[in-house]
């Protein structure tokens, strides 16, 4: 089968790509692991090329055809100008922003509502709408487009050069039947944070130093405890979750601050769900039967803590809310995800991770927790942060940097193109192509990327 463009995954960057190609006439073979369209509720979440991760980070494997776009909420925030220009993208800030206008028109969204930050004193309150849509792949409408060829249940299995430029690709699926994908012109992989440089990893014939290492997320915790009576103080930041008046929120507000080159957002979010550490489980089970016991519990759970909710009211003596931080992370090479010699369903090497915060993360969040003013709420003392962290923490939603951009191989794994070093037709987009995990949620920023490489490829083949 020959195709003029290769696409591995069918997330937001994945299917922004197919989409622009194909409608200059390009024939696009897009290959993606998940095989369902709406998998089982039970199925979400474990991700079946990790082996082996920290108990206290959790990466997220949606299982469904649109990647774990499906898991984004919706969120348009593009990352902002302060955080762009706190690390070496080697590309302008300007330029990025006339893709994500593009990328609005293409989306039929308003961007006027995707950046808009308002000062007062020394903080920030940054304001954003959410889309009315979810799934890119199925806004898109690419299972009906004719210039694409989905290939689900299917993974590259291994690559054919021609000295340094990709021929084609073998693509397995489960059953380890298998077939050859003809390249015209070049091969994008946008599997994500973990995927990109788990599938690079098992299938690069040169490999890259950096490849899979500056590991860096986007660390989340819930602080401080606040009743009911006290949120009219804090409604600028409510989360859209949040009812107030009986009315949910349709407009997003984060308070945000800065400490030299780290950053948080800061929002009213309910009390920390008590579920949290039965998530963490979840996450990690391979077992189907076991993981439907668990989703069961977990409702029960839920359901007996939302009764002690309403007793505590009544008296007065329980607290409704907490604050939510989000964090910026620095890259650092001890973070990685690297192979190990044991072999996922389709035969490829599966992966372990190496994710800790370090003594310069904590020192700065606990610096930015005292610089937001609301440390008075907190009932905790920040030396204690890292053990908080690991107790009630949430990371591994938004993995980053793990094929870094950079000028050269010394210091990354593409160039300022996106395309992998020492290769002519390999290319790479998402998240794991940032030079550092900021507070923004990553999804609007990859599709700009995505939007910004296919004008490219189509200018240039």
Excluded at 170 to 197: A, M, Q, S, T
Aim: hydrophobic share 35%; glycine share 4%.
């Amino acid at each position: 089968m020959k195709f003029d463009f290769a696409v591995i995954g069918s997330g937001p960057a994945g299917s922004i790509l197919s989409d622009e190609l194909a409608k200059k006439g390009f024939k696009i073979a897009l290959i993606d692991r998940a095989s369902n369209d709406k998998p089982e509720r039970a199925n979400h979440f474990y991700c079946p090329f990790i082996e082996n991760s920290p108990w206290y980070y959790t990466p997220v494997f949606s299982n469904e055809i649109g990647g774990n776009g499906v898991l984004w909420h919706s969120k348009i925030y593009l990352i902002s100008k302060d955080e762009f220009e706190s690390h070496k993208w080697y590309i302008k800030y300007k330029e990025l922003k006339i893709y994500s206008d593009l990328l609005s028109k293409k989306l039929k969204t308003t961007f006027s509502l995707i950046t808009k930050f308002k000062k007062k004193s020394n903080a920030i309150y940054r304001y954003s709408e959410r889309a009315n849509f979810r799934n890119i792949y199925e806004y898109l409408k690419i299972k009906e487009n004719k210039k694409i060829s989905v290939f689900k249940g299917h993974s590259p299995f291994k690559l054919n050069f021609k000295k340094d430029r990709v021929q084609s690709v073998i693509i397995r699926n489960v059953k380890k039947l298998e077939k050859k994908i003809y390249i015209n012109h070049d091969i994008i992989f946008c599997c994500g944070g973990l995927g990109n440089p788990h599938i690079l990893l098992n299938l690069l014939k040169k490999k890259n130093v950096n490849l899979g290492k500056f590991l860096s997320d986007h660390p989340h915790v819930n602080l401080g405890k606040l009743k009911a009576s006290e949120i009219q103080n804090f409604k600028k930041i409510l989360k859209p979750n949040i009812k107030l008046n009986l009315k949910i929120n349709t407009e997003e507000t984060a308070l945000v601050i800065k400490n030299r080159k780290y950053f948080c957002g800061i929002q009213v979010d309910y009390k920390l769900d008590p579920t949290r550490q039965l998530v963490r489980f979840f996450i990690k089970i391979k077992n189907l039967k076991l993981r439907v016991i668990l989703n069961f519990f977990s409702f029960f759970v839920k359901k007996i803590n939302g009764l002690f909710h309403k007793l505590g009211f009544i008296f007065n003596k329980y607290y409704k809310y907490s604050f939510e931080f989000f964090f910026s992370q620095e890259p650092n090479s001890m973070n990685k995800i690297y192979l190990i010699e044991k072999n996922d369903r389709y035969g490829l090497k599966k992966a372990n991770i190496k994710w800790d915060l370090k003594k310069n993360d904590i020192k700065n969040y606990s610096n930015l927790i005292k610089k937001s003013s609301l440390n008075k709420k907190f009932f905790i003392n920040v030396k204690k942060l890292r053990n908080i962290f690991y107790k009630n923490g949430l990371v591994g939603l938004h993995p980053s940097c793990t094929t870094k951009i950079a000028l050269n191989k010394r210091n990354g794994v593409v160039d300022k193109n996106l395309k992998v070093f020492g290769y002519k037709n390999i290319y790479v987009v998402g998240s794991s192509v940032f030079p550092n995990n900021g507070y923004t949620n990553p999804t609007w920023t990859i599709m700009a990327l995505a939007l910004r490489l296919a004008k490219r490829l189509i200018k240039i083949s």
